[in-house]
């Protein structure tokens, strides 16, 4: 009785976090296509979009699948449907940031918009980190619950979550091999970095025109 109630706050522990966490990925995302539009930014665009679909698809298909594995135990059912795609997620947002620091560097003068990037993404990764930290917590609850010689859900889950770093990186790799686009377009200090290259290409033209007048 006692574990089945630390399951039930542990899950809406877990439900509060990934609520937030949306909100706030969500709202970065929102926030950096208004900005590109507002201000007419040019972003060099992933030559790979289409194929990204497939990421989507696979996380939800082997999410649905997990699922049913751990079935009529819910807290497992939802860390079992989350646990590939945090783990994807991870690895992939890490090859996206380096395929997007060299992509940036062609553009950057100076280190600044690399710096800026890495905290962008030192920020994406802290909310898949919750994640972890929630499934920490609801690990040993799961565990308790399972009956003797029943398959361990906590194991179960743990390996997907593994499985889904190994995806994450190469998926990752093939969207970022032979790319010449930023993939993580709309994360606000790209939009920001590429609206202050705009601003300083006018300024620049400006005091050619002036120069020439003069």
């Known amino acids: 009785m006692l574990w089945e109630l630390l399951s039930l706050v542990l899950l809406l522990i877990f439900l509060g976090i990934n609520v937030m966490s949306w909100f706030i990925r969500i709202g970065g995302k929102l926030a950096g296509v208004t900005l590109r539009k507002a201000l007419r930014v040019d972003v060099p665009r992933n030559e790979k979009k289409g194929l990204e679909r497939l990421f989507t ?3 939800v298909a082997i999410g ?3 699922s049913f594995k751990v079935r009529w135990n819910y807290l ?20 996206y940031s380096i395929h997007d620091g060299k992509v940036l560097e062609k553009y950057a003068g100076d280190s600044r918009a690399l710096s ?11 909310l898949e980190g919750l994640f972890v930290f929630a499934f920490g917590l609801a690990y040993k609850a799961i565990s308790m619950t399972a009956r003797p010689g029943e398959f361990s859900r906590g194991l179960f889950i743990l390996e997907l979550w593994l499985a889904g ?11 970022a091999r032979n ?8 994360q606000i200090v790209v939009v920001y970095f590429f609206a202050g290259k705009k601003g300083r290409e006018k300024v620049n033209e400006f005091g050619r025109k002036v120069k020439l007048r003069g």
Request: charged letters at 10%; aromatic letters at 14%.
């Open 179 to 186: 790319n010449r686009g930023i993939l993580l377009e709309n």
């Open 76 to 95: 497992a059912m939802l860390f079992a449907f989350l646990a590939f795609r945090s783990g994807a997620n991870i690895t992939r947002t890490l090859v």
């Open 116 to 126: 800026l990037l890495s905290r962008a993404v030192r920020a994406s990764l802290l």
């Open 57 to 59: 698809l696979i996380w």
């Open 165 to 175: 770093l190994v995806f994450g990186a190469l998926f990752g790799w093939l969207i």
């Open 64 to 66: 649905l699948w997990a």
